[in-house]
């Protein structure tokens, strides 16, 4: 049975940080593309930073130069690191694996993050 568990989520002010954790198991992050996606109230879930199984990473405009996103392997856990967080970021927060990019694959509970200015 596939889990992914996040965490770390919180309320910070403007320009504030932190750090997502996403616990895996029943799943190998190392065979999956890993990401996060998030959903803002009234909106749909959107894309935010995946890394794939060969390391590469892509990013969301939105986030590009705020956000790092990041995996161990040895502990099956993928990380989220946010800087300089704005109003716009606030959104409940999605890991997500995936064997192949074109597929959905499978997402945790989230986490949420406000950010009050």
């Known amino acids: 049975q596939v889990q992914l568990v996040e965490s770390g989520g919180d309320t910070v002010q403007v320009g504030g940080s932190l750090q997502l954790s996403c616990a895996a198991s029943?799943?190998?992050?190392?065979?999956?593309?890993m990401g996060w996606y998030r959903q803002a109230p009234g909106k749909e879930r959107g894309f935010v930073a995946r890394?794939?199984?060969?390391?590469?990473?892509w990013y969301a405009d939105s986030v590009k130069g705020r956000f790092t996103i990041s995996k161990d392997n040895a502990k099956n856990m993928v990380f989220l690191q946010m800087v300089n967080l704005q109003p716009g970021d606030t959104a409940v927060y999605y890991c997500?694996?995936?064997?192949?990019?074109?597929?959905?694959?499978?997402y945790g509970q989230g986490t949420q993050v406000t950010v009050s200015s």
């Open positions: 890394v794939n199984t060969d390391g590469r990473t």
């Open positions: 997500n694996a995936r064997p192949n990019i074109w597929d959905n694959g499978y």
């Open positions: 029943g799943i190998s992050a190392s065979s999956n593309h």
